[in-house]
């Protein structure tokens, strides 16, 4: 029988009529209809998950609205924004759930590695790739690695580890806003100054193989921003379609011959709805040939 990924779906609410989100509902209706995935609504994540990693100050204003300053600081809130949250924050765990189990999966939306602790940032008001490092050690899992590949910096996610040995923090972007230097183990790489694709899956093919080789991970966080585009406005990086094949083809090869298992959001995506569908079928493409590679090893990857 051939295996299907799986693939976790959120809850967007009002969000959901917008393109920016929009974009992942669409890729998971087409990853259905290719027949490689199956589809998930995702669970409710609970308050106490967000405690994880943000104080009560800030999750007190995502529920009231108040202060709104502090309430809006990752998006316009709404009455209903604390369910969303909760709701893309469940999709990312039950991915994570799943992972351990099939070897990878994803789900539609999330990677607010912009939310900091005590405040959220630009289009993330909940930390969902940090809550996600917490969650894995809650499950045994010590050594997390996060592979952040949207084209900005994963800020808030860097912020919220400042000291963890056992974290490795994987940052390729074009953007260095507010960039971190963190005690935390980390490679941030950034390519301004050659945004093109040439150097930056030189420097993936060196750098990746050798930070699992001698990190060792137990699992990974993949932020699989498709804001690396070409197409995108203002474009911090200028990777083409074929370059990010070669991206996804690369990273889900590296994990799956380490049997790390990955778990994967969407991240970042500035183009028409179908441009960045097609995109994230990519990585959803890639996932799913690699599921066979991880076979049914499970009990290696929590020794
Ligand atoms: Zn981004």
């Known amino acids: 029988m051939i295996k299907t ?25 087409r990853a259905k209809a290719e027949g490689i995935a ?30 709104p300053e502090l309430a809006s600081s990752g998006g316009v809130w709404f009455p209903s924004w604390i369910d969303v949250s909760l709701s893309v924050l469940g999709a ?5 759930d799943s992972a351990l189990v099939h070897g990878v999966s994803g789900m539609l939306g999330g990677g607010g590695h912009h939310a900091y602790p005590d405040h959220g940032g630009a289009l993330s008001p909940v930390n969902d790739i940090a809550i996600g490092v917490h969650y894995l050690r809650s499950k045994g899992l010590r050594r997390v690695l996060v592979l ?8 808030g996610t860097v912020a919220s580890f400042p000291d963890d040995p056992d974290l490795f923090l994987f940052d390729f972007h074009g953007h260095a806003s507010d960039f ?5 183990p980390h490679l941030f790489k950034n390519f301004r100054v050659e945004p093109d694709a040439r150097l930056y899956l030189q420097a993936l093919r060196k750098e990746l193989p050798t930070v699992i080789d001698e990190f ?6 993949y932020v699989a921003g498709m804001d690396v585009f070409s ?9 083409k379609i074929p370059d990010i094949e070669k991206r996804e083809a690369f990273v889900f090869e ?50």
């Open 92 to 96: 990312f765990l039950d991915a994570i």
């Open 216 to 221: 060792q991970p137990q699992a990974c966080l």
């Open 180 to 184: 971190g230097h963190p005690d935390t």
């Open 5 to 29: 990924l799986h693939l976790f779906l959120p809850d967007f609410g009002p969000l959901a009529e917008k393109d920016v989100y929009r974009r992942h509902i669409v890729t998971g209706e």
């Open 148 to 155: 952040d590949l949207d084209a900005h910096f994963g800020n």
């Open 231 to 239: 197409g995108t406005p203002n474009p911090p990086l200028r990777l």
């Open 254 to 303: 590296v994990l799956s011959n380490q049997k790390v298992p990955v778990a994967y959001v969407h991240a970042g995506g500035y183009a028409s709805v179908e441009t960045l569908v097609g995109l994230h079928m990519i990585t959803a493409r890639f996932a799913h040939g690699a599921l066979t590679l991880y076979g049914s090893t499970r009990i290696n990857w929590l020794q």
């Open 38 to 67: 199956t589809l998930t609504p995702s669970r409710s994540a609970r308050i106490e998950d967000l405690l994880l990693v943000h104080t009560p100050k800030y999750i007190g204003a995502l529920r009231s609205g108040e202060p």
